[in-house]
T-cell receptor
Framework: AQSVTQLGSHVSVSEGALVLLRCNYS??????LFWYVQYPNQGLQLLLK??????LVKGINGFEAEFKKSETSFHLTKPSAHMSDAAEYFC????????????FGTGTRLTIIP | DTGVSQDPRHKITKRGQNVTFRCDPI?????LYWYRQTLGQGPEFLTY????????KSRLLSDRFSAERPKGSFSTLEIQRTEQGDSAMYLC???????????FGQGTRLTVV
């Protein structure tokens, strides 16, 4: 069984400030982890993924995430928020080698304050 | 490559009617997934195809729901006798077996009135 918990359904940060979106996972086997972004009435776009290589993963738009097995966490960060980062962010987990269906968290809505 | 395409983007239907959605995956992708996303929630897995074979169905997929992928290319998701609780965004995703990245379509937003 696998699950993802995203702490904070809404996060607000000032433009130029650090963005930190939290994700904790539960998995009975080594997981693959993902962060997706969703803009209103759109599908999901992959930001970055962890697939058991480097624990610090860099993605698009300046985002990065660090896999910490001891903390079962995969938090998403960006050093300096931009207005265009306002969106819904989803953390997801899957197991490699099977059907690789994704189990998503409930999402975090990021608001950027000008 | 135009990405994953879903049609229609929006559908409003009366309770009790049948609806069908279509998904065209990225052409070389042999895996296809359907997810459902309700307001304020993350997407939830509905079903999965590898080529034309439907290999897994979620318990969320009641017997009013049926999905097909007849030639291993496009897929359809049909909901019979729609209920207000079926109102959601239906997302399709595709990937290549062995590749961890799933590409999502824009989704079909269903509203049952």
């Amino acid at each position: 069984a696998q699950s993802v918990t995203q702490l904070g359904s809404h996060v607000s940060v000032s433009e130029g400030a650090l963005v930190l979106l939290r994700c904790n996972y539960s998995s009975s086997v080594p997981p693959y982890l993902f962060w997706y972004v969703q803009y209103p009435n759109q599908g999901l776009q992959l930001l970055l993924k962890y697939t058991s290589a480097a624990t610090l993963v860099k993605g698009i738009n300046g985002f990065e995430a660090e896999f910490k097995k001891s903390e079962t966490s995969f938090h998403l960060t960006k050093p300096s928020a931009h207005m265009s980062d306002a969106a819904e962010y989803f953390c997801a987990v899957t197991h490699p080698g099977g059907n690789e269906k994704l189990t998503f968290g409930t999402g975090t809505r990021l608001t950027i304050i000008p | 490559d135009t990405g994953v395409s879903q049609d229609p983007r929006h559908k409003i239907t009366k309770r009790g009617q049948n609806v069908t959605f279509r998904c065209d995956p990225i052409s070389e992708h042999n895996r296809l997934y359907w997810y459902r996303q309700t307001l304020g929630q993350g997407p939830e897995f509905l079903t999965y195809f590898q080529n034309e074979a439907q290999l897994e169905k979620s318990r969320l997929l009641s017997d009013r729901f049926s999905a097909e992928r007849p030639k291993g290319s496009f897929s359809t998701l049909e909901i019979q006798r729609t209920e207000q609780g079926d109102s959601a965004m239906y997302l399709c995703a595709s990937s290549l077996r062995g590749d961890t990245e799933a590409f999502f379509g824009q989704g079909t937003r269903l509203t049952v009135v």
